[in-house]
């Protein structure tokens, strides 16, 4: 166990931070997840809309820093493909 001061903020913020992103990381998947199902189920029009929620909260987590930009843009760009392939 930490000692001093500084160190014993550092693990309490550390402790926040890996919940935080454990909850947008979640998130991220469910999101994939639905645009992925609606495809899978050949629904054009449900696939269309969650790929709208997908791209603009894909590119959220982009600003929050849980993903980087260029990972984001191939995430949204492969769900793109496969929305315009039905």
Same mark, same amino acid.
């Given at each position: 166990?930490?000692?001093?001061? $500084?160190? #014993? ?15 947008? !990381? ?36 982009? $600003?929050?820093? #849980? ?6 843009? !191939?995430?949204? $760009?492969? #769900? ?7």
């Amino acid at each position: 166990m930490a000692n001093h001061k $500084s160190a #014993l903020k550092r693990i309490r913020q550390t402790e926040k931070r890996t919940e935080r992103n454990r909850f947008y !990381r979640t998130r991220l998947k469910n999101i994939v997840k639905a645009v992925r199902t609606a495809i899978d189920a050949g629904n054009k029009e449900e696939a269309a809309e969650s790929l709208k929620v997908a791209n603009k909260q894909i590119h959220k987590f982009v $600003s929050k820093g #849980l993903l980087k930009k260029e990972t984001a843009a !191939r995430k949204v $760009s492969r #769900l793109h493909q496969a929305v315009n392939a039905l």
